[in-house]
C-alpha cells in the first residue's frame, strides 16, 4: 500500500500558528499568507478514521483548485498558488462559522431525515411524495454549524443563523446567493461530464478589507455528491439504489458495520483491500469530475516533497 499523509509538523518561515482540522492542516504565516495542507485522512459521520487513504488528499486538493478556478469568475476565492499536489497556498481569511449546504435531490442526510417522517430540514419544508434520489422542484440551502475536530456539525436554519448572530442578515444574503451560482455552475460542469451534482457544501470567509469569498474545499468527493446521469430516471422508476460518486458509499459501508458516529460505538477495522479500494474510487471520481487521467504524485517521502515545493514558493517572493 503507498504511503500516506495523516499528520505534518512542519516549521515555515515566518510561521505563526497551525490549526488542524479534519482532513486539513492550515498553517498560517505572517503577511496574511495560508498553507493548507490536504491530508489522507479519512472522515465520516465527523468522525476522524484511523487509517489514511492513499492519494485522497491530492486528489481532494486537486480537485478543489481546480473547481476554484473554474468558479472564479463568478464567486471569489481565497486561492493564489497550488505549489505542491498536496498544497494550496492563499489568502487568510476569517471564516462564517457555518457551512452552506444546498440539496438538489433527496440523498444522503436530507433522505435519512426525510424517512424518518420529518417534513422539513433547517426550516425548508420538503413535499410530501418523494422518495429517495428525487429530484427537488428547486435546490434548498440547508446550512450547518461549522463543528471543531471530533464534534458533529449541527443543522441550522437561516432565522436560526440569524437570531444567534452567527451571521448578519447582509452577508448572509451574499452567503446564500454565491451558494447558489456555485451550485449552478457546478451542476452545469457535472453534466458535461455525464455526471448529476445532487449536494454539496460551501464554506466562506472575509478578507481583512472585508471581502466575502470562498474558501476551502469545492465540488469534492468529501464535500459533495454526485450521481452518473446515464440510467439516472430509470433507477429511479424501478426504484433502484443511484450509482454514485461520493463518500457515501463509505458512510454506507460504517452504517452497514454498526458504526454512525454515535457514542459508545467503534470505528470498525479498515483491510488493506477496502482502503485501496475507497483509494481507487477517489480516483475514479477526479477522472469522472475533471475529465483527465489522474497522475499519482511522488509519495516516498510526502512530507519532505511538501516542505521542499512550499519552501521553493515562499522563497520566490
Not at 500558528?17 to 499568507?33: C, F, H, M, P, T
Not at 492519494?55 to 505542491?84: E, H, S, Y
Not at 424501478?238 to 454506507?252: A, I
Request: net charge negative; glycine share 6%.
Amino acid at each position: 500500500m503507498p504511503n500516506t499523509i495523516i499528520a505534518t509538523n512542519f516549521n515555515f518561515p515566518n510561521q505563526k500558528s497551525v490549526y488542524k482540522g479534519k482532513v486539513r492542516e492550515v498553517y498560517a504565516l505572517d503577511n496574511d499568507i495560508l498553507v493548507m495542507i490536504a491530508t489522507d485522512r479519512l472522515s465520516a459521520f465527523d468522525v476522524v478514521m484511523p487509517k489514511g487513504i492513499p492519494f485522497k488528499g491530492q486528489i481532494l486538493n486537486q480537485i478543489a483548485t481546480k473547481m476554484m478556478a473554474a468558479t472564479a469568475d463568478i464567486v471569489p476565492n481565497w486561492l493564489t498558488a497550488t505549489p505542491d499536489p498536496n498544497v494550496a497556498v492563499g489568502h487568510a481569511c476569517e471564516p462564517f462559522k457555518v457551512e452552506m449546504v444546498i440539496r438538489g435531490y433527496m440523498s444522503g442526510h436530507a433522505a435519512r431525515e426525510y424517512k424518518s417522517g420529518k417534513r422539513t430540514l433547517c426550516g425548508v419544508p420538503m413535499p410530501e411524495g418523494m422518495k429517495e434520489n428525487d429530484k427537488f422542484p428547486q435546490p434548498i440551502i440547508t446550512p450547518a454549524t461549522k463543528a471543531e475536530m471530533g464534534d458533529h456539525d449541527e443543522d441550522i436554519s437561516r432565522e436560526g443563523i440569524l437570531a444567534r448572530g452567527i451571521v448578519s442578515a447582509d452577508e448572509y444574503e451574499v452567503l446564500e446567493n454565491y451558494t447558489r451560482a456555485l451550485f449552478q455552475r457546478g451542476t452545469e460542469i457535472a453534466a458535461s461530464r455525464g455526471l448529476i451534482l445532487v449536494d454539496t457544501k460551501y464554506e466562506f470567509g472575509k478578507t481583512k478589507d472585508g471581502k466575502i469569498v470562498l474558501i476551502d474545499e469545492i465540488h469534492t468527493p468529501d464535500s459533495s455528491r454526485y450521481f452518473y446521469a446515464d440510467g439516472y430516471q430509470e433507477r429511479q422508476d424501478k426504484n433502484e439504489p443511484q450509482k454514485q460518486l461520493s463518500k457515501e458509499f463509505v458512510r454506507q459501508w460504517l452504517i452497514s458495520k454498526g458504526f454512525q458516529g454515535l457514542k459508545g460505538q467503534a470505528v470498525p477495522k479498515m483491510s488493506e483491500e477496502y482502503i485501496n479500494s475507497v483509494s481507487e474510487r477517489y480516483i475514479e471520481l477526479y477522472e469522472n469530475i475533471i475529465g483527465e487521467p489522474f497522475i499519482k504524485g511522488d509519495v516516498s517521502n510526502i512530507q519532505e516533497r511538501i516542505e521542499k515545493n512550499v519552501l521553493n514558493y515562499l522563497n520566490s517572493f
